[in-house]
Structure formats: C-alpha cells, structure tokens
Nanobody, 115 residues
Framework: QVHLVESGGGLVQPGGSLRLSCAAS????????MRWHRQAPGKQRELVAVMASDGSIYYVDSVKGRFIISRDNAKNTWYLQMNSLKPEDTAVYYC?????????WGQGTQVTVSS
C-alpha cells in the first residue's frame, strides 16, 4: 500500500509563489507516475502536471512556464513549485500516484490566490 501526505498550500497574492509537497510512504517502488490535479469550486478536477517513472514530464497549457514538478528520491517526496500565481490557480490541489495495483490520492491542500 502507498500513503500520500500533502502540504504547502495557503494564501498567496497574485504573482507570488508556493511549493506543494507530496510525501509518499509504503510500496513506492511500484509507482509508475505521479500526477498533480486541482479542483476549483464548481469545476471538475483538472490534471495539472505529470512526472512518469522514466522522468518524462507533462504540464497542462495553463501552467506551462509557471509550475515545475520535481522529485526528491531520498525523501520519497514530489513537489509542485508554483510561480507567478494567478487568481484562477485557486483550487484544492491533489497529488495522485499510479501503480499497477491502482491509483492512490492524497488528501488535498488548499491554494488560494487573492489580494
């Protein structure tokens, strides 16, 4: 089993930065990919970024050039560095890992971009 714990959300002004963390424990060797999603109020959950086990990375167009997904193997932790934040980035952000045994989700962390 894999357990994910997210942290790093909060309130930030437009143009500011935040770094989200997703710490994994358990059978992490079976993880094929790690994804960050977000869900804004009244909207469907949206895929934001993906890091596959081969290191390949994908970003949704709306965050390209502003968000960076990374991993610290020693800490079994993935990060989402979010720069130049906009009010439309306000959402609950979830990390999610894909394994042959199934998908595992973190609990979510709120990001609010407002002046």
């Amino acid at each position: 089993q894999v357990h994910l714990v997210e942290s790093g959300g909060g309130l930030v002004q437009p143009g500011g930065s935040l770094r989200l963390s997703c710490a994994a424990s358990g059978s992490i060797f079976s993880i094929n990919a790690m994804r960050w999603h977000r869900q804004a109020p009244g909207k469907q959950r949206e895929l934001v970024a993906v890091m596959a086990s081969d290191g390949s990375i994908y970003y949704v167009d709306s965050v390209k050039g502003r968000f960076i997904i990374s991993r610290d193997n020693a800490k079994n932790t993935w990060y989402l560095q979010m720069n130049s934040l906009k009010p439309e980035d306000t959402a609950v952000y979830y990390c999610n890992v894909l394994r042959p045994e199934g998908s595992v989700w973190g609990q979510g962390t709120q990001v609010t971009v407002s002046s």
